[in-house]
């Protein structure tokens, strides 16, 4: 089966930096689209941004130029560095991957949630 792990939450005060990061791991052939969501506390989730295979990235207007996506394919993980932390940052982060993965020998392709990493930023 495949799994994404995500790490790097913490607490941390307004105007500072985090970078989390998201592994992929099973019988994977390919991952495609590879992306970070948020959730905050009574809200919706929301997405902060994605990279294609190709290293193409977008963002929503709420994050650029503070948030970076990027990701080592050869090690199959995504990260996102986050830099001048508000409180409105606050959030559950979510990875997200569009995978291809083998289950018997047999490729299936398909959409995957990582377990989801706390951001806390308080001063």
């Known amino acids: 089966q495949v799994q994404l792990v995500e790490s790097g939450g913490d607490l941390v005060q307004p105007g500072g930096s985090l970078r989390l990061s998201c592994a992929a791991s099973?019988?994977?052939?390919?991952?495609?689209?590879m992306a970070w969501y948020r959730q905050a506390p009574g809200k919706g989730r929301e997405l902060v941004a994605t990279?294609?295979?190709?290293?193409?990235?977008n963002s929503a207007d709420s994050v650029k130029g503070r948030f970076t996506i990027s990701r080592d394919n050869a090690k199959r993980t995504v990260y996102l560095q986050m830099n001048s932390l508000s409180p409105d940052d606050t959030a559950v982060y979510y990875c997200?991957?569009?995978?291809?993965?083998?289950?018997?020998?047999?490729?299936?392709?398909?959409?995957?949630w990582g377990q989801g990493t706390q951001v806390t930023v308080s001063s």
């Open positions: 990279i294609t295979s190709g290293g193409s990235t």
């Open positions: 997200n991957a569009d995978i291809r993965y083998y289950i018997s020998g047999v490729g299936v392709r398909r959409n995957f």
């Open positions: 099973g019988s994977i052939g390919s991952i495609y689209d």
